[in-house]
Structures are given as structure tokens and as C-alpha cells.
């Protein structure tokens, strides 16, 4: 099915140890975006990509790198885990042009301890 | 800064009966609105989206309006179902594209 996938879905790290967040999407959308969602706090942008060759923080960019690999991937890196980046991580595509919607994955479940 | 409140934070109501969630926001200069659906544990599922030109987008059983002026969007359930349970999100796109979200509205649908 096209469509936004992320991997892994569930993922334990310790404290200092890095990972990378991988996501792909078939729909030839331009934007990608990482979210990363909460209890109490919604979903946050942390990084995101208008274009191939471009990346932008977010409201939370602190602790992350990302790399728009090309146009169907763009990765989300933790060089430092922290437990305060416990969370669940999305990813999204939107095609460019402010009136069209948004696609996303499933998500990354991410535990720091 | 965009702000995005939905109320109220959780609603549970018998089947069949026809209900409303609320968005509103703070700043009207938004190019368009969606309402998604979050199943515990999964992604989220786009249900509707209206530019900003538009006032009202319907899809089934459910029906989004958006007052751009007052900065409010309603999404209207009608005979709902214990399938329709769920986190419902609404979010507003502004410049470059960034979606800016409400918390949700949780809402349970009792058979």
C-alpha cells in the first residue's frame, strides 16, 4: 500500500546511546516532517524537510539531526538518547502546496531508561 | 504563536447519537484545517481537510465546518458508532507548510 513506513516501531536505548529513525514514503510528496507525540504536550514538530536538499527545525529540534537522503527518506538521528526523548515518533509527507493534506506512518515507540 | 485548544478533552456518549468536537485557534492567517483519527497505539488517519477558502467538508458520516473569522472548526459525528471510537486531532497548516495541533478529544462510543 503507498503510504508513509517507519522503522523500527518499538525500540529500547540506554542512556547515551544513539539511533537512527528511519522513514520512506512512495508518494513522491516533496515536505517530510518528524513529530514526536506526548502525553499532555500533542504532537510537537522537531525537523522538517520542504525539499529534497533541505532541512528546517521545528518547535523542538534540541537532541535530534536529520538528513533528507533523498526524496522518498529522511532519517531522524539521536547522537545522545536522553529518557526526556521517551516518546512516540512520526513521520509525515505532504506534497508542496499549501492545500493539500498530510500522510502519515505509524510511529516509533522509543524508550529511554 | 499558533495556539490550538479541543474540547472538551474527552467525551463519552451513548451509540447512535449524533455529537460534535470542537477546535479553535488562535491566529485565523491558516491555509487549511484537518481532522485526524488516532486509533490507541497507531498513526493517525487524515478524515477531512478544508482550505481556508472553504466552510464546511463532508465525508459520510462526519462533517467538518470551519469559521476562519472566528477561528473555530467544528466536526460533526452523526449516528455514531462503537467503531467511531478513538483520539480525534485537529490540526492547522500556517507558513512553510508546518501542521500545528490541537491535544484532542478522546471520545468513546458506549453500545
Known amino acids: 500500500n503507498a503510504g508513509v513506513t517507519q522503522t523500527p516501531k518499538f525500540q529500547v536505548l540506554k542512556t547515551g546511546q544513539s539511533m537512527t529513525l528511519q522513514c520512506a514514503q512512495d508518494?513522491?510528496?516533496?515536505?517530510m516532517y518528524w513529530y514526536r507525540q506526548d502525553p499532555g504536550m500533542g504532537l510537537r514538530l522537531i525537523y522538517y524537510?520542504?525539499?529534497?536538499?533541505?532541512?528546517d527545525k521545528g518547535e523542538v529540534p534540541n537532541g535530534y539531526n536529520v538528513s533528507r537522503l533523498n526524496k522518498r527518506e529522511f532519517s531522524l538521528r539521536l547522537e545522545s538518547a536522553a529518557p526526556s526523548q521517551t516518546s512516540v515518533y512520526f513521520c509525515?509527507?505532504?506534497?508542496?502546496?499549501?492545500?493539500?493534506?498530510?500522510?502519515f506512518g505509524s510511529g516509533t515507540r522509543l524508550t529511554v531508561v | 504563536k499558533q495556539e490550538v485548544t479541543q474540547i472538551p478533552a474527552a467525551l463519552s456518549v451513548p451509540e447512535g447519537e449524533n455529537l460534535v468536537l470542537n477546535c479553535s485557534f488562535t491566529?485565523?492567517?491558516?491555509?487549511?484545517l484537518q481532522w485526524f483519527r488516532q486509533d490507541p497505539g497507531k498513526g493517525l488517519t487524515s478524515l477531512l481537510l478544508?482550505?481556508?477558502?472553504?466552510r464546511e467538508q463532508t465525508s459520510g458520516r462526519l462533517n467538518a465546518s470551519l469559521d476562519k473569522s472566528s477561528g473555530r472548526s467544528t466536526l460533526y459525528i452523526a449516528a455514531s458508532q462503537p467503531g467511531d471510537s478513538a483520539t480525534y486531532l485537529c490540526?492547522?497548516?500556517?507558513?512553510?507548510?508546518?501542521?500545528?495541533f490541537g491535544q484532542g478529544t478522546r471520545l468513546t462510543i458506549n453500545p
Open positions: 509525515a509527507s505532504s506534497e508542496a502546496g499549501r492545500t493539500m493534506g498530510y500522510t
Open positions: 524537510s520542504a525539499s529534497e536538499g533541505t532541512t
Open positions: 491566529d485565523s492567517a491558516i491555509y487549511n
Open positions: 490540526a492547522v497548516t500556517q507558513g512553510a507548510q508546518k501542521l500545528v
Open positions: 508518494m513522491n510528496h516533496n515536505s
Open positions: 478544508i482550505q481556508s477558502s472553504q
